[in-house]
């Protein structure tokens, strides 16, 4: 299974991304993701979100494949439904730990 | 024996309306017989502000209603309320640096440009700070200011980012979307975007300008201040003097911002690159305020202010900018001013030319051809 997240905007204007394949990781630490995606379950329309005044909020683009399974969602700050919250706050610590390692 | 009253003096119409209304009954006489005294002294309008600040601490402004809240970590807003208007100093420096930049926020545009808050009806301006764990950004959501903690959730070596209020001009550019929001409400997208973005840095600047008391050549025009750990190699996230040098970083990269129209970015991400082409009418308004000198906020600030609130609509572009910023330096101190010059100036720096040239040069192509019997 392979996780391509994208975090852009904010008030920096700045892109940060992961592509993370799942068999990759230590156990524990995929298996923490696995169960974050169970939890997500993120049937949402695959647009950005349009959160008219909101200003410099992130936007967040999660693709998930797995074999011929493809599912993809965009998302904002403001607009994150609370299932996906916790994926999403994961994903963003796993991109920042690794842009500075 | 009549005392002639410097500190008030100088002090406009509208402000000393405001401490006839707010202030002690001493404050209150002084400002009244101020405001019949038709000689006033413009030339010594900052010191004699400066004491009136420092005499008048609650009063002035007392259209000021701060809140802040903690979200203690999480996503709900606004939170857990933690200070309020005129309550004292929390614990919590987040708190204190909500708190006292929407203050230095509602400052600037109260005494420079007479403006109640972000609705100038003396809206409250809610914070809330401690937003989510490891969040690296400030937020404006329609209704409030929200700030993350940066990376404190990461070793300290692996850190970029501090919290976000620990930046003086990142909360009034975050409060100044709230003004863009109530007054042109410029589209979030492409040119008007980034001119959104823009004005919110133009303010965001002189908010701190105008609490430190900077002349425009005294001041870093940066944006993000003390934003960067010591990890960064930069001075802050945006810089209107030199758009591009901000940071140049290994991890973060290059500062992407264009500071002329020849390198403007056509891209689709960042709804259209609004952090990113904000640098153009970012440096056209830095040179204005150059070419003037003094405080920013007083000359180049009104000229700006003006067309935020008067001329400029959702969907304004750079080129529409320019020619009502131009127009509006023509209102405020007349056609052909030294102040009109300088817009002129800032804007051609940046590679944009007034609809007026434009004009006058085809006008005077046409008269070369006309006269050689090729054009009619």
């Known amino acids: ?101 | 024996m009549h005392v002639h009253h410097s500190v008030l003096c100088i002090t406009p119409p509208h402000m000393l309306n405001q401490i006839i209304r707010n202030g002690t009954d001493e404050q209150r006489n002084l400002a009244q017989r101020t405001l019949l005294d038709s000689q006033a002294m413009r030339a010594r309008r900052d010191t004699l502000r400066q004491r009136l600040a420092s005499t008048l601490p609650v009063q002035v402004g007392a259209g000021k209603n701060r809140v802040v809240y903690d979200a203690q970590q999480g996503s709900q807003l606004p939170g857990v309320k933690i200070r309020g208007e005129g309550e004292q100093p929390s614990e919590d420096p987040a708190v204190n640096e909500a708190y006292d930049g929407c203050g230095s926020t509602y400052d600037l545009f109260f005494f420079a440009f007479n403006r109640d808050s972000i609705d100038n009806k003396g809206l409250k301006l809610i914070s809330t700070v401690h937003y989510q764990q490891g969040y690296d950004n400030a937020f404006w959501d329609g209704e409030q200011m929200v700030y993350g903690d940066g990376d404190e959730d990461l070793p300290i070596t692996q850190r970029l980012f501090n919290r976000f209020t620990k930046s003086l001009d990142v909360i009034g550019h975050e409060l100044t979307h709230g003004v863009t929001q109530h007054e042109a409400n410029l589209a979030y997208t492409n040119q008007p975007g980034a001119l959104n973005e823009s004005m919110s840095d133009v303010f965001g600047s002189l908010v701190k300008q105008h609490q430190r008391k900077q002349l425009a050549d005294q001041a870093d025009w940066v944006i993000g201040e003390g934003l960067f750990t010591s990890n960064v190699n930069g001075v802050g996230i945006r810089s209107l003097k030199a758009p591009g040098t901000a940071y140049n970083d290994s991890i973060l990269g290059k500062d992407p911002q264009p500071a002329h129209m020849k390198d403007y970015v056509n891209t689709v991400e960042d709804n259209g690159g609004v952090h990113i082409n904000s640098g153009i009418p970012n440096h056209a308004f830095y040179v204005v305020a150059r070419e003037l000198g003094g405080f920013a906020w007083e000359k180049a600030g009104r000229i700006w202010y003006k067309t935020l609130t008067e001329k400029l609509n959702a969907n304004s572009s750079f080129a529409d900018t320019a020619n009502l910023t131009y127009q509006a330096a023509a209102e405020l101190f007349g056609a052909g001013s030294l102040e009109q010059k300088a817009v002129k100036t800032g804007w051609a720096e940046v590679g944009i030319t007034l609809a007026e040239e434009v004009a006058n040069n085809e006008g005077c192509f046409s008269s070369v051809m006309r006269s050689l019997g090729l054009r009619s």
């Open chain 1, 1 to 101: 299974m392979r996780i391509m997240f994208e975090q852009t905007g904010g008030l920096m204007g700045r892109k940060t991304s992961l592509n993370v394949e799942l068999d990759s990781l230590p156990d524990a630490q995929a298996r923490a993701l696995r169960l974050l995606l169970n939890q997500a379950g993120f049937n949402l329309p695959d647009l950005p979100p349009a959160d008219d005044s909101v200003r410099d909020q992130f936007h967040y683009k999660l693709q998930v494949e797995s074999g011929a399974y493809t599912q993809s969602v965009q998302t904002g700050d403001t607009s994150m439904p609370d299932a996906l919250r916790p994926l999403i706050e994961e994903l963003t610590r796993l991109a920042r730990s690794q842009q500075s390692t």
